[in-house]
C-alpha cells in the first residue's frame, strides 16, 4: 500500500485479490461463512451469528470478537448488507447507515476459475481506531495509513488462505 495521506473521514479503502482454480460456487462457502474466518485471521478470535442463525443471509448479522496488540480486545455486531450467493457477499460493522466499517467480498468468473477479492473500507463511523488519533491528533495520517497497511496485509492473507482451502478441497 502506497502513502495517501488520507485521514480518517477520507474513509479509506484497502483490498486484496487472488485468483482460484475453482467455480465461484465452490468458493461460495468459504467467504460467507464468517463462522471459518477466524481460521484465516490473526486479528479476528471468533464469530457468532445472532438470533439464533445458523447461517448468512440479508439482514443477518452476527458478533465478532478481535484482538490485536496495540488496540486490545473488542466485539463488534456486523450487519449483512450484500447477499447474491455466489457473487457477493457484504456487511457493515456496528451500523448499517454509519458503519465503522464496511467489508465485502466479491466472486468473479476469470479464466475458468474465480477472482476472489475483498475490499474495506474504514467508516464513516468512530472506530477504536478514532480513540487512537483523538489521543495523536497531529498523527492521524501515519495512524490511518499504518492501520489501512494492516488490513491490507491481514485480507492478503485470508485471500490466500480461501485459495489454498478450496484448491485443496478439490
Known sequence: ???????????????AATWIDSPPEAV???V???????????ELQRVEWCDGATGPKLGGSFVGHSKHDALG??????FIVEYEEPRVFG???????????TWRFTLEPE???????QWMRLGPARSGLSFAIDR???????????????????M????????????AAR
Open 1 to 15: 500500500m502506497e502513502w495517501t495521506g488520507a485521514r480518517y473521514a477520507d474513509n479509506p479503502t484497502a483490498e
Open 73 to 78: 480486545e473488542w466485539s463488534t455486531t456486523s
Open 91 to 101: 456487511w457493515a460493522v456496528e451500523d448499517v447507515a454509519t458503519p465503522t466499517a
Open 136 to 154: 495523536m491528533p497531529d498523527k492521524e495520517q501515519k495512524i490511518v495509513f499504518v492501520r489501512m497497511r494492516e488490513f491490507e496485509a491481514a
Open 28 to 30: 461460495w462457502p468459504y
Open 111 to 117: 479464466n475458468g476459475g474465480t477472482k476472489l477479492t
Open 32 to 42: 460467507s461463512d464468517v463462522q471459518r474466518m477466524p481460521e484465516m485471521s490473526a
Open 156 to 167: 492478503t492473507a485470508t485471500v490466500a488462505a480461501i485459495k489454498d482451502r478450496v484448491e
